[in-house]
């Protein structure tokens, strides 16, 4: 089952903060965080697991509720290069699905 | 870089034809997830493989396939192509079969004619 992502679509102005959410249906054991520009590859932003464990390389931070199996992505102080098209993922036994994605995109 | 090589780069093909696609994962990294990347679509799950094991199944068709090589590259073989079946396609390699994050190839765009 793909996880819900939203919004679809966000435009920012430098400096602006952004909120992207993702849901699913089914109990979540860990979510992904990746970003993806335009024909480039799908970049490992974050992960977070249940009992409140994240494993990230950027300073973006992200929540995880699992009582509500959602997760949050939260962009603050948006710069130039944070353009692109974020995707969450949910694993269950290996099987990884990825949200639609939610495409960002921050004006100067 | 994420260190995860793939090729070809771009394919070109005939429907009814077969492909094969290459993914060499990052050094020391054990399990190998293939995605497909369809126009403006997310990502959808193909397969993964775990040391020359196959571990997960996505939403694979039946006319594609896949293995782990000894060696832990990784092919991809999609046969009698449709033209829906253009797409990027993606290689990804993790430590485990834990929970790690996924490093994703170049990819490889197919093109079905």
């Known amino acids: 089952q793909q996880p819900v992502q939203s919004p679809q679509a966000v435009i920012l102005r430098e400096g602006e903060d952004a909120v992207i959410n993702c849901s699913s249906s089914?109990?979540?054991?860990?979510v992904h965080w990746y970003r993806q520009k335009h024909g480039e590859a799908p970049v490992f932003l974050m992960i977070?697991?249940?009992?409140?464990e994240q494993k990230g390389h950027e300073k973006i931070s992200a929540s995880f509720n699992e009582k509500k199996q959602q997760s949050s992505l939260y962009l603050t102080a948006s710069q130039l290069s944070y353009s692109g098209t974020y995707f969450c993922?949910?694993?269950?036994?290996?099987?990884?699905?990825f949200g639609a994605g939610t495409r960002l995109t921050v004006k100067p | 870089d994420s260190g995860v090589t793939q090729t070809p780069k771009h394919l070109i093909t005939a429907t009814g034809q077969r492909v094969t696609l290459r993914c060499s994962p990052r050094s020391g990294d054990l399990s190998v997830y293939w995605y497909q990347q369809s126009l403006d679509q997310g990502l959808q799950f193909l397969i993964q493989?775990?040391?020359?094991?196959?571990?997960a199944k996505g939403n694979i068709l039946e006319r594609f396939s896949a293995q782990q090589f000894p060696d832990l590259h990784s092919e991809l073989n999609l046969s009698s192509l449709e033209l829906g079946d253009s797409a990027l396609y993606f290689c990804?390699?993790?430590?485990?079969?834990?929970?790690?994050?996924?490093?994703f190839g170049p990819g490889t765009r197919l093109t079905v004619t």
């Open positions: 990804a390699s993790s430590a485990g079969t834990g929970i790690n994050e996924q490093y």
């Open positions: 089914k109990a979540l054991y860990s």
């Open positions: 493989y775990y040391n020359g094991e196959e571990r």
């Open positions: 993922g949910t694993e269950r036994n290996n099987d990884m699905r």
């Open positions: 977070l697991l249940k009992g409140g």
